[in-house]
Structures are given as structure tokens and as C-alpha cells.
């Protein structure tokens, strides 16, 4: 099993930045592909972005493209995303996952332990 827990999320206005992290525990040598997830209010749960065990060929949904970055560190087993020139429609809980798949999915499905989530609030 592995265990999940995000962190850093907070209330901030539009234009600003936030760090998420998300640290690992357990069976983290099955792990191969971390991901963040996000579900506004009303909304389902989408993609946002993902990372491979060695960082290569990170991928992000179009709507974070040029803003977010997915980064990890397998040392402190710990992926990261940064947040940059966020927007209200940013506003979301935040959950990380991570897959054992020798892939780096998109889909929810592929994922197989999931965090608690982070809230994450961004004002006009």
C-alpha cells in the first residue's frame, strides 16, 4: 500500500502562486507515474498534470499548459506542482495519485492510490 498526503494548499487572488506537494509513504517502489487531479465544485474530477519516476516528458492538461509544472523527488519520494498566474476557474481540491502502471496516464482509472486533497482558492 501506499500512502498519500498532499500539502500547501491556501487561498490566494488571481495572478498569484501556490506549491503543492505531495509526499509519498508505504510500498513506493511500485510507483512509477505520479499525477494531480483537480474537482471544482459542481464539477468532476479532471486531469491536470503527471510525471514519470525519472521526470522526463511531464504532461499537463491544456487549461494549466505554460502555467503549472509538475516536478518530483524520488530522494523524498515527493512530487510537486507550481502554480503560477492562477485564475478563479483554478479553484479546486487538489489530489495527487500516483500509478504503478509503466505509463504516464491521463485517466483517473490508471491511478492507483489517491491522496486526501488540498484546497485551493483563488479570488478575482
Known amino acids: 500500500q501506499v500512502q498519500l498526503v498532499e500539502s500547501g494548499g491556501g487561498l490566494v487572488q488571481a495572478g498569484g502562486s501556490l506549491r503543492l506537494s505531495c509526499a509519498a509513504s508505504g510500498s513506493t517502489f511500485s510507483v512509477y507515474a505520479r499525477g494531480w487531479f483537480r474537482q471544482a465544485p459542481g464539477k468532476e474530477r479532471e486531469f491536470v498534470a503527471a510525471i514519470s519516476w525519472s521526470g522526463a516528458n511531464p504532461v499537463y492538461a491544456d487549461s494549466v499548459k505554460g502555467r503549472f509544472t509538475i516536478s518530483r523527488d524520488n530522494a523524498k519520494r515527493t512530487v510537486y506542482l507550481q502554480m503560477n498566474s492562477l485564475k478563479p476557474e483554478d479553484t479546486a481540491t487538489y489530489y495527487c495519485?500516483?500509478?504503478?502502471?509503466?505509463?504516464?496516464?491521463?485517466?483517473?482509472?490508471?491511478?492507483?492510490?489517491w491522496g486526501q486533497g488540498t484546497q485551493v482558492t483563488v479570488s478575482s
Open positions: 495519485a500516483a500509478s504503478t502502471r509503466a505509463i504516464v496516464p491521463r485517466a483517473q482509472g490508471a491511478y492507483d492510490y
